[in-house]
């Protein structure tokens, strides 16, 4: 098969308010997309699209049939589930339209790539997907350049860190992950000073999480700006517990993605997530740490003792998710994709 090549309709940033941002941004994407087929380029062999914005797929699809290409859609969340993450927007009618598209989509496409199984799950019994048609694909970690560490670094000694339990959250500080659970859980650890839970990175709730922080005096809670390249392996490593946590409803509408970079950096995980998702069966299937039931900040606030008593286990659990990072390294996955478009391409 020839060289490939992508053609992508790229979005930009907005400070509008959400609720006026994201139609704005959708209705912008929708006819960047429509643009791009009136460019000179040749025939496509197979046309993608991602779920987010969710009715760009509707314009890959008319690009599909147009060219007389197969249409993959790539499920990296599913749509109106996901939608209820917007605390100041919510409207019955476009939820509504979002399911009849995404039905529409997913009954249309050659193939669907989902990232888990709990999301193939969702999308053939929500969403009416043929389940022969769906792929699951994860997503992936660069296990060359997120790579276990010593704790003792620059980045450690620079906050102070050194000497202290560290229980990380690294990433994204967003509306899907129910990050108020790790405030509940320092809060009941205030005494130990031995323990501290560090944020590194930005979002939404960030600030909602640093004013809670201030008013409960949580002296033993620590917020540092996202971090370059250059420094994340540093930050990671830091972490003697990674945490992770998704709100109750999300297994399968939402894949942290940054699950993968916390097994990467050969960490012991505690993720407060319901039982039937990915990142649970991945932390099962690997033995490298505990889940938690969503909100259970009791639950969270044991595990992270426990570890802290056993510093030898959580290294052993650390091992153990490198390990398991292994199964979805970059190039691995990338091949997946590869494999998967070369042969949809090559039946159409």
């Not at 250059?230 to 945490?243: G, H, I, K, P």
């Not at 993605?257 to 690997?286: F, M, T």
């Amino acid at each position: 098969m020839p060289e490939r090549r992508a053609h992508r309709a790229r979005r930009g940033l907005d400070a509008r308010p959400e609720a006026v941002r994201r139609p704005c941004d959708e209705l912008r994407q929708l006819l960047r997309v429509r643009a791009l087929k009136g460019l000179t380029i040749r025939k496509p062999d197979v046309v993608v699209a991602l779920t987010d914005p969710p009715i760009v797929g509707l314009a890959a699809l008319a690009a599909a049939k147009k060219a007389g290409a197969p249409f993959v859609f790539l499920c990296e969340d599913i749509f109106p589930e996901v939608a209820t993450l917007l605390e100041d927007f919510h409207s019955t009618a476009v939820n509504d339209a979002l399911t009849q598209v995404n039905r529409f989509l997913v009954r249309k496409a050659n193939r669907i790539i989902a990232l888990g199984d709990t999301m193939k799950r969702r999308l053939v019994e929500g969403k009416g997907a043929d389940a022969a048609k769906v792929t699951v694909i994860h997503n992936w970690a660069d296990c060359s350049a997120v790579t276990p560490g010593p704790r003792d670094n620059a980045f450690a000694r620079q906050h102070g860190l050194v000497d202290k339990f560290v229980a990380l959250h690294a990433g994204n500080i967003g509306l899907s992950q129910d990050l108020e659970i790790v405030l509940h859980a320092a809060d009941q650890l205030r005494d130990r000073g031995d323990i501290v839970f560090v944020f590194v990175g930005e979002g939404a709730k960030k600030k909602d999480l640093q004013d809670m922080a201030q008013r409960r005096d949580l002296r033993n809670v620590m917020f540092l700006p996202f971090q370059p390249r250059e420094a994340m392996d540093q930050s990671y490593a830091t972490a003697d517990v990674s945490l992770i946590s998704l709100k109750h409803g999300l297994a399968g509408v939402i894949v942290p993605s940054k699950v993968y970079n916390v097994l990467a950096s050969g960490r012991a995980c505690v993720a407060a997530v319901e039982q039937d998702c990915e990142v649970a069966d991945i932390i099962r299937r690997g033995d490298c740490g505990f889940v938690v039931d969503p909100g259970d900040a009791s639950a969270l606030r044991a595990r992270v003792v426990e570890l802290a008593a056993d510093r030898g286990r959580a290294a052993e659990m650390g091992t153990r998710a490198r390990a398991a990072a292994l199964e979805f390294d970059r190039p691995r996955q990338v091949a997946l994709y590869d494999r998967v478009l070369r042969e949809v391409a090559a039946r159409c």
